[in-house]
């Protein structure tokens, strides 16, 4: 009797449980997936959460889902423990193995088919970040060195595996067909539309700007719609039209900015345009651009490991290299290229056109750190700073000095001494990166300096971005109670006076943006990024 009240208790839990994991609301989900890790029978848990998770709808906050409750549960039974480590250890430079590996133990415990063909989106963005943890704990022996399996770091380091490993599988969702083929047609006729437009044009700018973007809210599938709308701009780059060319790989520029997808196609058609000077040809102005752009087809996947990188033909379009270095640029940012074309952007630095030079600049930043190419490029930049006659170039300079990761301290107090020299720049932009760097290294005179420019009306964002960043440098310090105070008080003004609107991109007055805010790495923002940003600010600043 005893025994049977007892299985009809586990079952009236388990049935509230399940009602608890598929209810829309998601706190309620998650509360029900923390209580089945530890309270239900593990097996039934384990198989309720695996599929729990493969069904989560879509949330920027994945880790406030089921996820952790999923990772409780794994945790809870030693060999389960232990197998899901040996796989993590076993595959930190084999995105493909792991991925197998791991789908194999879910389907095992529930859930949806192991996977066998591993599609390259989704290898890379394993890759990204199975790379990352190695920084928490992990290593080829497992989380061994973070102490005994109970010991809080190494539950954490656990934990975040499982959180990374679910959401990139998530995030590499599949599109249904039908919805495919509506991708594909709306990405066509986008292109199509900003094909007569001149590139790098205002027109051509505002029509390619929603391009990377999906309508919807949020979506598992955006990284699938971004794929398939990277192969269509594949396939104008696989043109023989110089201006389809040109067009494709304006578009791929914007789209990696946000997705590194196709990453295997991208660098083989990057490596061939650097190589094929008729390709890079400006087309004439008598040139009437009437062919629409045509349908993309799936390129096989390679082995995904990065080739040598060439150098650039003599004499390519400079409009065309630039997307090119943005492209390299962004694709390095995300998962870093195993030979990155440094000599390409060092020659860039020096190259006559100012776009050029401007995406050189912008794309050291990911690129040069802790290479032996680090110390030219910061001589590089710092020479741009001081010297370009293009304010735009400039700027990119300063920016790229701000938020470099030196390898070398002695590169790292060359660059700080530089952006040091800037502090009375004309150009607000320009102080306000001199200004951010010496909050970073906790320059003595750095928040005399930030409320200082706090009494312009017209303050630019990138300082109370600078503000909001500073804490990940190493010399940044907290401001004194009296500083937080004034702080606080000048940016409530700032709020009050309408700062958000007056300056927000189209507004007329000294803030507006430049003209090379249409450049593809460039993040414009809008009022309401501007609010935020204040908001949040004078939040933080409360907090401390």
């Known amino acids: 009797m005893f025994k049977e009240r007892r299985a009809r208790k586990q079952a009236e839990l388990h049935e509230g449980l399940a009602a608890g994991l598929r209810d829309p609301d998601v706190e309620v989900r998650r509360k029900a997936a923390d209580t089945a890790a530890v309270s239900a029978d593990p097996r039934w ?6 599929q729990a998770v493969e069904r989560e709808p879509w949330t920027e906050e994945f880790h406030e889902t089921v996820v952790d409750g999923f990772a409780a549960a794994l945790r809870r039974e030693d060999p389960v423990r232990e197998r899901t480590e040996r796989i993590f250890a076993a595959h930190l430079d084999d995105p493909e193995g ?3 590996a791991w789908t194999g133990l879910t389907a ?5 088919p192991a996977l066998r063909e591993v599609p390259a989106d989704l290898r890379d963005d394993m890759r990204a970040r199975l790379a990352t943890l190695r920084d928490r ?34 995030r590499n969702t599949p599109l249904p067909a039908e919805e495919a083929d509506r991708v594909r047609g709306e990405a066509r006729a986008t292109l199509e539309k900003a094909l007569p437009h001149a590139p790098g044009s205002p027109e ?37 039209k110089p201006e389809l060319v040109t067009l494709g790989t304006e578009a791929l520029a914007k789209l990696l900015f946000g997705e590194a997808v196709r990453r295997d196609q991208v660098l083989e058609t990057l490596d061939r345009l650097l190589t094929a000077p008729n390709a890079a040809q400006e087309p004439s102005p008598d040139t009437a651009p009437n062919t629409a752009p045509s349908a993309a087809h799936d390129a096989p996947p390679n082995s995904g490991r990065d080739r040598a990188r060439p150098t650039a033909s003599p004499g390519p379009d400079p409009f065309l290299l630039s997307r090119i270095l943005d492209c390299y640029s962004n694709l390095h940012a995300m998962l870093p290229l195993d030979s990155p074309p440094l000599d390409l952007f060092l020659e860039g630095l020096r190259h006559p056109d100012p776009g050029v030079r401007a995406s050189a600049a912008e794309g050291l930043d990911p690129i040069a750190p802790g290479s032996p190419a680090e110390g030219r490029a910061v001589e590089g930049l710092v020479g741009l700073l001081e010297h370009d006659p293009e304010i735009s170039v400039r700027r990119h300079a300063a920016t790229a000095l701000r938020w470099l990761e030196y390898g070398e301290d002695r590169h790292a107090r060359v660059g700080a001494a530089a952006l040091e020299r800037q502090a009375d720049a004309a150009d607000p932009e320009i102080r306000a990166h001199s200004v951010a760097d010496a909050l970073r290294r906790g320059a003595p005179d750095a928040y005399d300096r930030f409320l200082a420019e706090l009494e312009s009306p017209h303050v630019h964002g990138q300082l109370l971005a600078g503000l909001m960043n500073a804490p990940t440098g190493s010399g940044f310090t907290l401001p004194s109670r009296s500083v ?8 409530e003004a700032l709020r009050d006076s309408g700062w958000a609107d007056r300056d927000a991109p189209g507004a007329a007055g000294p803030a507006s943006p430049s003209p090379d805010s249409a450049r593809p790495n460039v993040e414009v923002l809008t009022a309401a990024d501007r609010a935020e940003l204040l908001c949040d600010l004078i939040e933080a600043l409360r907090d401390l």
């Open 45 to 50: 848990a384990l198989r309720e959460l695996a």
């Open 137 to 170: 704990g992990w290593t080829a022996q497992g989380l061994s060195g973070l102490g005994r399996p109970d010991a809080f770091a190494r539950e954490l380091a656990f934990d975040l595996a499982i959180l990374l490993a679910s959401l990139v599988l998530r």
């Open 484 to 491: 937080r105070k004034t702080l606080i008080e000048r940016l």
């Open 98 to 100: 792991f991925i197998r």
């Open 204 to 240: 051509r700018a505002a029509l390619l700007g929603p391009f990377p973007r999906n309508p919807e809210v949020g979506s598992w599938t955006d990284r699938a719609r971004a794929g398939l709308r990277a192969d269509e701009a594949l396939a104008l780059c696989a043109s023989e």
């Open 108 to 112: 095992e415990l529930g859930g949806a």
